[in-house]
């Protein structure tokens, strides 16, 4: 059983908004804020760690980002403002995971 996740970046708070799933969330959120990859995220620059959840799972994780990403604007805002209030970037508390 490996750990997955579900996460989403912010450009800022109420900003653009990317949603995306990762076995090893350090290393992606990593390769996001150093514009490993190019894509939507550092076309927008999403590069806030605002949201994720942990999964055993890889099907369930990516049936959950599916409902993310299917969801309306203001369900994944609400869910952030739910989860991190402050909208603070958790990618430091993620490196002590």
Not at 29 to 55: A, D, M, P, Q, T
Not at 62 to 83: A, P, T, W, Y
């Amino acid at each position: 059983m490996k750990t997955c996740f579900v996460y989403i970046l912010a450009s800022k708070r109420n900003g653009t908004l990317y949603i995306g799933v990762s076995s090893n969330l350090v290393k992606r959120i990593y390769e996001h804020k150093n514009i490993i990859r190019k894509g939507f995220s550092s076309k927008y620059s999403c590069k806030l760690l605002v949201y994720y959840e942990v999964f055993d799972d890889i099907n369930l994780a990516i049936k959950r980002e599916k409902q993310l990403k299917g969801g309306s604007r203001l369900q994944k805002l609400k869910l952030i403002d739910s989860f991190n209030p402050d909208w603070k970037d958790l990618y430091a508390q993620i490196c002590r995971l």
